[in-house]
């Protein structure tokens, strides 16, 4: 299976829409990728708060229509990011969109877990509250955002509903870039999954972001990672390691806590 995370540059003085073009383009240069991967809002930047109410969109708002198109064309599976939505009661959600190769939106993920310790996208937003999986033919994805990856039991969750593939859209900053890498092997060695972590890179509201987009498989062995400028990270890898992996080492099998008492 082949993957490509595609590590946006989001720069001040690039326009939403002229941004929005441009990957779509970059996601078009894509013809042989099973699957895509964008960052967490790469439209407005992570930490460019100020923006999220004015550039907000509704679920089928212009990234989706461009996203959409963009994954026909190609004919890929696309993890588009996320973008700052807009929900019918006004409500700001930083929320994921997936398509099929046809076009057509496979999922969505609100997340879970808002990062800002009380202020930023923590005051912001909305909070989602399903664990989100998509079916592909070679592998099930399990999806999550950003400061999600601080959270080992939302992981769990997802491993629990089938999840072999955890994608892991980002908008990271580079002065905890060392916390970025460990997080995304411990998450695969735990749950002997492969991690798609996609960051993204520039600079977003004056906060220098990591760049160095992962791919580490159920082992924890890094098969890829980018620098810390824009880039597309492409790398092939086998799905059926993960049961391979799970067989082989079958941890999994000797939890205990988190688990239902068995039935007396």
């Known amino acids: 299976m082949r993957a490509s995370l595609i590590q946006i540059a989001v720069n001040e003085d690039e326009t939403v829409e002229a941004r929005r073009l441009r990957v779509a383009s970059l996601v078009r240069q894509q013809e042989g990728a099973d699957l895509v991967v964008l960052p967490e809002l790469w439209t407005t930047g992570a930490f460019a708060f100020e923006e999220f109410g004015a550039e907000a969109e509704a679920l089928r708002g212009p990234t989706f229509e461009a996203m ?54 923590a005051v912001l937003m ?16 399990g999806v999550a955002t950003c400061y999600d990856l601080r959270f080992p039991e939302l992981f769990r969750g997802l491993v629990d509903a089938g999840a072999e593939t955890l994608v ?4 990271w900053p580079e002065r905890r870039r060392s916390h970025w890498t460990l997080l995304a092997r411990a998450r695969a060695v735990e749950n002997q999954a492969f991690v798609l972590a996609c960051g993204t890179a520039g600079t977003h509201a004056g906060v220098p972001q990591a760049g160095h987009s992962i791919v580490v498989d159920p082992w924890g062995e890094v ?16 799905p059926a390691k993960v049961a391979k992996t799970r067989e082989q080492f079958p941890a999994l099998k000797d939890r205990v806590l988190g688990l239902e008492p068995p039935r007396r």
């Open 68 to 121: 959409a198109k963009a994954a026909s064309d190609t004919g890929v599976w696309l993890h588009a990011g996320s973008v700052p939505e807009r929900a019918a009661d006004g409500q700001l959600y930083n929320t994921s969109l997936l398509f099929s190769p046809s076009g057509d939106l496979a999922a969505a993920y609100r997340k879970i877990h808002r990062f800002g310790f009380d202020k930023g996208e």
């Open 126 to 141: 909305g909070a989602g509250h399903e664990l989100v999986t998509v079916r592909l033919p070679r592998t099930t994805l």
């Open 168 to 171: 892991v859209p980002a908008g």
């Open 223 to 238: 098969l890829a990672e980018a620098g810390a400028d824009e880039e597309v990270l492409t790398v092939e890898f086998d």
